[in-house]
C-alpha cells in the first residue's frame, strides 16, 4: 500500500468507529446563556473596531511629518498691482 493511499482508507475507517455519542458529547459546549450575546459582541468590537482605531491613531501621529521627497512648499505669489 502506497502512503498517499492511507487517509483514503483511514477517512471511511474512522468514520465508521465514530458513534453517535460523541456528537452528544460535544453538545455541552455549545450551550447558550444570557451572556452569550455579550460575549459575542464584545469579541467584535474588538476584531472589527481595534484596526480602525489603530488607523486614527496613526494618521493623527504622522500626519505633521512630510516625506522626504517632497518638496517644501512655495507661498502663493502675490500679484502685483
Known amino acids: 500500500m502506497k502512503p ?3 487517509p483514503r482508507v483511514a477517512l471511511p ?5 465514530a458513534g453517535n455519542s460523541e456528537a452528544l458529547d460535544s453538545y455541552r459546549y455549545l450551550h ?3 451572556d452569550t450575546p455579550w460575549s459575542i459582541f464584545l469579541f ?3 476584531g472589527v473596531f481595534a ?3 489603530l ?5 493623527w501621529r504622522h500626519s505633521g511629518r512630510k ?14 498691482p
Do not use: C, R
Request: aromatic letters at 2%; a negative charge; charged letters at 15%.
Open 32 to 34: 447558550v446563556t444570557i
Open 55 to 59: 488607523t486614527a491613531v496613526l494618521v
Open 51 to 53: 484596526p480602525f482605531i
Open 67 to 80: 516625506t522626504p521627497d517632497s518638496p517644501d512648499p512655495k507661498p502663493p505669489e502675490q500679484p502685483e
Open 13 to 17: 475507517v474512522l468514520l465508521v468507529l
Open 4 to 6: 498517499s493511499s492511507l
Open 44 to 46: 467584535l468590537l474588538i
